[in-house]
């Protein structure tokens, strides 16, 4: 199985049958290296909220490869006028599927779909806590430090990847009293350097706890 990072929040996990990509803003992520036509197949798209950071090319990649989205329910009906294949959960839910296993976690953060000048609700925010061949996988989302996280030390989760850019999210500081609580085998930095108001040294990122993997855009990993 491999891991890829795409910058910002986005990722695509490749096991030997399927692709997933995790908020795929892909278009006009200024870290990304890849173009939509250059994506493979991708069959489950996990979105943790609205924004166009992280919703990004939904539409646009579940249309062209028929993915399937996995989202909360005010997503799913938002999607559901572009007659897009959808799988609609909501925080503490799970749901096994023929990849694996995906459980929606909490995120504290907003979630709004901006159209034109219409602002849209979309329902709350979350993250993903992902099982695929006895790997678990924490895609935190855009959230705040909270001690909601302390459940997810029961999960012994192999990948933790956690926002560290501030201002929207936590910032280095608060990731790194994340991982005291979730305490992951390893933890990778996310959702930094997008913007000037997101800027951060991911070196700084450091904890006794565990291995830090900084991935550069495009980078894969195998776990």
């Given at each position: 199985m491999k891991l890829t990072y795409l910058g910002h929040s986005a990722f695509i996990i490749n096991t030997t049958k399927h692709n997933i990509i995790i908020d795929p803003f892909v278009k006009d992520n200024p870290l990304c290296k890849l173009e939509l036509s250059e994506l493979p197949k991708i069959h489950y798209i996990l979105v943790t909220h609205g924004h166009s950071d992280h919703l990004g090319d939904t539409v646009e990649i579940a249309k062209r490869h028929n993915s399937k989205v996995i989202c909360n329910f005010e997503i799913a009906q938002y999607l559901d006028k572009y007659n897009i294949n959808y799988h609609a959960m909501h925080i503490?839910?799970?749901?096994?599927?023929?990849?694996?296993?995906?459980?929606?976690?909490?995120?504290?953060?907003?979630?709004?779909?901006?159209?034109?000048?219409?602002?849209?609700?979309?329902?709350?925010?979350?993250?993903?806590?992902?099982?695929?061949?006895?790997?678990?996988?924490?895609?935190?989302?855009d959230t705040a430090l909270t001690y909601d996280m302390k459940l997810l030390e029961r999960e012994a989760i192999d990948y933790a990847m956690?926002?560290?850019?501030?201002?929207?999210?936590?910032?280095?500081?608060?990731?790194?009293?994340?991982?005291?609580?979730?305490?992951?085998?390893?933890?990778?930095?996310?959702?930094?350097?997008?913007?000037n108001l997101i800027k951060e040294d991911p070196t700084k990122f450091k904890s006794p706890l565990c291995e830090v993997v900084i991935m550069n855009p495009n980078e894969t990993l195998d776990i």
């Open positions: 503490g839910g799970r749901v096994a599927l023929d990849f694996g296993k995906v459980k929606m976690t909490p995120a504290i953060h907003g979630s709004s779909i901006t159209e034109s000048t219409h602002i849209i609700y979309a329902g709350v925010a979350c993250g993903f806590l992902i099982e695929i061949d006895g790997v678990k996988l924490y895609h935190a989302g956690l926002p560290i850019g501030g201002n929207f999210t936590m910032d280095l500081e608060d990731s790194l009293h994340a991982l005291e609580l979730i305490r992951p085998k390893k933890a990778i930095p996310m959702h930094y350097n997008t913007f």
